[in-house]
């Protein structure tokens, strides 16, 4: 069985300081991984995905996360947070062809 | 193309009733999940519909159950409802089967009393 584990609930950051958002997944296969987020009343959106080939992977607005196969990790991070950053981030995983397993998540706080 | 509407997006409910929440998803797509958020579980898979049949299926008591319409317009309908239902449930379309590729909805935020 697969799963997620993000083991910060909070992270708490001042603007323009470097962030890093741990997850660590446990699977026997290959798996995908995800990065979403959302922002205050609203749904998840998708930030970035590591689907195979190169294992840095980076959204439009400056995060990236990097795939470790040996350590089982997938942290997304950004080198400089701005106060919109603040939301929810969830790390998720799947197998193709099956459903999306989430992490608990991790609130991102963003202080001027 | 319009995104992944849900109504009603807030709701009030005593327990020991039941309610329908419906996810009407993006034009062409035919896959819809649900999937409940609470500040304790996280986010956890409900079930998947795929051209009106349900495909995929979590770890919930039958109280939770779904279908799905053939203009892929999928209800879920929770009875006897329970304190602990009190949640965010967020519908999910996506235009194959069991496909990562999800698109979610802002959510119906269920409260009961």
């Known amino acids: 069985a697969q799963s997620v584990t993000q083991l910060d609930s909070q992270v708490p950051v001042f603007e323009e300081a470097p962030v890093e958002l741990r997850c660590n997944y446990s699977?026997?296969?290959?798996?995908?991984l995800f990065w979403y987020v959302q922002y205050p009343n609203q749904g998840l959106q998708l930030l970035l995905k590591?689907?195979?080939?190169?294992?840095l992977v980076e959204s439009i607005n400056g995060f990236e996360a990097e795939f470790n196969k040996s350590q089982t990790s997938f942290h997304l991070r950004k080198p400089s947070v701005h106060i919109s950053d603040t939301a929810e981030y969830f790390c998720?995983?799947?197998?193709?062809?099956?459903?999306?397993?989430f992490g608990t998540g991790t609130r991102l706080q963003v202080f001027p | 193309k319009a995104g992944v509407t849900q109504t009603p997006r807030y709701l009030i409910k005593t327990r020991g009733q039941q309610v329908t929440l419906s996810c009407s998803p993006i034009?062409?797509?035919?896959?819809v999940s649900w999937y409940q958020q609470t500040p304790g579980q996280g986010l956890q898979f409900l079930f998947e519909?795929?051209?009106?049949?349900?495909?995929n299926k979590g770890n919930f008591p039958g109280r939770f159950s779904g279908r799905q319409f053939s203009n892929s317009r999928s209800e879920m309908n929770v009875s006897t409802l329970e304190l602990g239902d009190s949640a965010l449930y967020l519908c999910?379309?996506?235009?194959?089967?069991?496909?990562?590729?999800?698109?979610f909805g802002p959510g119906t935020r269920l409260t009961v009393t």
């Open positions: 699977s026997s296969v290959s798996v995908y």
């Open positions: 999910a379309s996506s235009p194959r089967a069991a496909s990562y590729e999800q698109y």
């Open positions: 034009s062409g797509h035919r896959s």
């Open positions: 998720a995983v799947s197998r193709n062809t099956d459903k999306l397993i």
């Open positions: 519909y795929f051209s009106e049949t349900q495909r």
């Open positions: 590591y689907l195979s080939g190169s294992t």
